[in-house]
């Protein structure tokens, strides 16, 4: 990336320094490489920037869930939600973030799926295997976790998942894939020890 820039900056100062009429036929063929290159830069700092906020924003929410409090007028999932979207100054859209809150019986567990006997031996849970229906839905869970901001002592999940939709083709030639670039932070944390007038799941 660094070598592209420096040769679009050498070509436009060769250009600015000539002064015959191909000149601006020349410019005019680099500018918008140029132009299209600088906003690739800015979406790049743009994201990095967004990154950060997520994260700080993903780990106040997660300090304010182990509280067991909830903002006034909304329950405990609404107030991270509603933190995380404060702290990230509207920079992540909200409705297209995919927020996840959930609850495993310990910090080892976070992630992982439910017990199974892997009876053909392929490394993966196929239907009619045996497994341990742990959160009891009847059904083999590839995670374990179950959707909430948890009790008292519980430990929790807390994951985002944003996909950045980039505004330059150009830069999706260097990352992200299908003209997005997604961006992802997670944290588990155990609710801290509250009384039940303190808050609720
Ligand atoms: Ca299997
Ligand atoms: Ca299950």
């Given at each position: 990336?660094?070598?592209?820039?420096?040769?679009?900056?050498?070509?436009?100062?060769?250009?600015?320094?000539?002064?015959?009429?191909?000149?601006?036929?020349?410019?005019?063929?680099?500018?918008?490489?140029?132009?299209?290159?600088?906003?690739?830069i800015?979406?790049?700092?743009?994201i990095?920037?967004?990154?950060?906020?997520?994260?700080?924003?993903?780990?106040?929410?997660?300090?304010?869930?182990?509280?067991?409090?909830?903002?006034?007028?909304?329950?405990?999932?609404?107030?991270?939600?509603?933190?995380?979207?404060?702290?990230?100054?509207?920079?992540?859209?909200?409705?297209?973030?995919?927020?996840?809150?959930?609850?495993?019986?310990?910090?080892?567990?976070?992630?992982?799926?439910?017990?199974?006997?892997?009876?053909?031996?392929?490394?993966?849970?196929?239907?009619?295997?045996?497994?341990?229906?742990?959160?009891?839905?009847?059904?083999?869970?590839?995670?374990?976790?179950?959707?909430?901001a948890?009790?008292?002592?519980?430990?929790?999940?807390?994951?985002?998942?944003?996909?950045?939709?980039?505004?330059?083709?150009?830069?999706?030639h260097?990352?992200?894939?299908?003209?997005?670039?997604?961006?992802?932070?997670?944290?588990?944390?155990?609710?801290?020890?509250?009384?039940?007038?303190?808050?609720?799941?």
């Amino acid at each position: 990336m660094k070598t592209l820039m420096r040769m679009l900056i050498k070509k436009t100062t060769a250009l600015a320094k000539k002064d015959d009429g191909s000149t601006v036929v020349e410019f005019a063929l680099v500018a918008p490489i140029l132009a299209m290159f600088l906003v690739a830069i800015v979406e790049f700092g743009m994201i990095m920037f967004s990154s950060i906020l997520m994260e700080s924003g993903l780990r106040d929410a997660s300090r304010f869930g182990i509280t067991g409090r909830e903002l006034t007028g909304q329950t405990r999932l609404e107030s991270i939600v509603q933190i995380i979207s404060d702290r990230t100054i509207g920079l992540i859209d909200m409705n297209a973030a995919t927020v996840d809150v959930m609850v495993y019986p310990s910090f080892s567990d976070v992630g992982t799926g439910e017990d199974y006997v892997d009876g053909n031996a392929n490394g993966t849970y196929d239907a009619g295997e045996t497994y341990t229906d742990s959160n009891g839905n009847g059904a083999w869970d590839s995670d374990i976790g179950v959707a909430g901001a948890g009790d008292t002592g519980d430990i929790v999940l807390y994951r985002i998942s944003y996909d950045w939709p980039l505004l330059t083709p150009f830069a999706s030639h260097f990352m992200g894939d299908s003209g997005a670039f997604t961006l992802q932070a997670s944290i588990a944390v155990r609710n801290e020890p509250w009384t039940a007038s303190g808050g609720g799941a």
